[in-house]
């Protein structure tokens, strides 16, 4: 991320508008395409001209200022829950963006604040069946956020792949520990490239036997 809210204003930030035009020569260079959190409404010009996919982070998914204007983007929009977002208040700040014309979103279950204190947040898989029966998005599992253990985060990459996401979402680093920002929950390049495996079994099981929405 180029722009990283936090909790901290003592925290890293990310590199703001230095970071974005990294990314976006890694971008051409490399071929991948980019996705990006954007943070502010005066910068949806840059970022649709930098970024394929804008990310709208947990702690804007109610901005619907931000979301009205990402509506009339010709670009991607990953919307991530909110910290302790409902189901039906999820779909309605996706709906803010439909509304405006962009159909192309994105939903991301980045786990919800609950009275636990073993993990970072709880990670809700149930809600990935229900997003596949009751919308047409496609919808991505954040096991990173969803734990904030790096330890469980394959684990937890399984089970929402099983569940039905569509995708993924993780931090990955060379040297997790070094990492500027939520390092306890970043998995190193071999973890990743495990879970690139799991996924890839765990799809051919679902095309296999399909899944209950197209049995139903």
């Not at 394959?154 to 500027?180: C, F, K, N, S, W």
Request: charged share 20%.
């Amino acid at each position: 991320g180029a722009y990283k809210p936090r909790t901290s204003p003592y925290s890293f930030q990310g590199l703001g508008k230095e970071g974005l035009l990294t990314l976006s020569r890694v971008r051409k260079e490399v071929g991948i395409p980019v996705v990006s959190e954007i943070v502010d409404s005066s910068l949806v010009d840059l970022f649709a001209e930098h970024v394929d996919i804008i990310q709208v982070g947990a702690r804007n998914m109610q901005n619907f200022e931000l979301l009205k204007k990402l509506g009339s983007v010709e670009r991607p929009i990953l919307l991530k829950r909110g910290i302790s977002a409902t189901f039906e208040e999820w779909l309605m700040a996706a709906e803010y963006l439909l509304a405006e014309g962009n159909s192309n979103v994105i939903l991301c279950e980045r786990g919800v604040r609950t009275f636990n204190n073993h993990s970072r947040n709880t990670l809700d898989l149930n809600i990935v069946p229900l997003v596949r029966k009751m919308t047409h998005l496609p919808v991505v599992v954040d096991p990173s956020h969803g734990v904030g253990k790096r330890d469980r985060v394959r684990h937890l990459a399984r089970a929402g792949i099983a569940a039905g996401a569509h995708g993924l979402m993780m931090e990955v680093h060379t040297q997790p520990d070094t990492a500027y920002s939520d390092a306890q929950q970043t998995i190193d390049i071999g973890t990743f490239s495990g879970i690139v495996k799991d996924a890839s079994i765990l799809v051919q099981l679902e095309n296999l036997f399909g899944t209950d929405q197209e049995q139903s």
